[in-house]
């Protein structure tokens, strides 16, 4: 069955780099938009960032802009979200998601309603 497993969280000093995995089963991810999310404690959950299917180009939201990069590894159906000068901010569990080509993922931020399946997170802590 479809399947999203994040993995690569832990502790990490501010200025330090994390890279989380999202590997699916069950699908091919190639051919749905994935988005990053995050969840702090006490907090909503928030989009962090999307990449969708074909041509479009990835979104980040603003408070992650120029530190984050996400992308594929095709031949390995896995997703990943290179994280780069951690602020303490950035303390949240992690989840990733999958959405139908052309849903989810848009030029100007995310519709979370048409994410179809989520996984069951990966936590980052950044603290000295």
């Known amino acids: 069955q479809v399947q999203l497993v994040e993995s690569g969280g832990g502790l990490v000093q501010p200025g330090g780099s994390l890279r989380l995995s999202c590997a699916a089963s069950?699908?091919?991810?190639?051919?749905?938009?994935i988005g990053w999310f995050r969840q702090a404690p006490g907090k909503e959950r928030e989009g962090v960032s999307c990449?969708?299917?074909?041509?479009?180009?990835?979104y980040y939201a603003l408070s992650v802009k120029g530190r984050f990069t996400i992308s594929r590894d095709n031949a390995k159906n896995t997703v990943y979200l290179q994280m780069n000068s951690l602020k303490s901010e950035d303390t949240a569990n992690y989840f990733c998601?999958?959405?139908?080509?052309?849903?989810?993922?848009?030029?100007?931020?995310?519709?979370?309603?048409?994410?179809?399946?989520w996984g069951q997170g990966t936590q980052v802590t950044v603290s000295s």
């Open positions: 998601a999958s959405a139908q080509a052309g849903y989810g993922c848009y030029n100007r931020g995310f519709q979370v309603g048409e994410y179809d399946y």
């Open positions: 069950g699908f091919t991810s190639e051919y749905y938009a």
């Open positions: 990449i969708g299917v074909g041509e479009v180009s990835p």
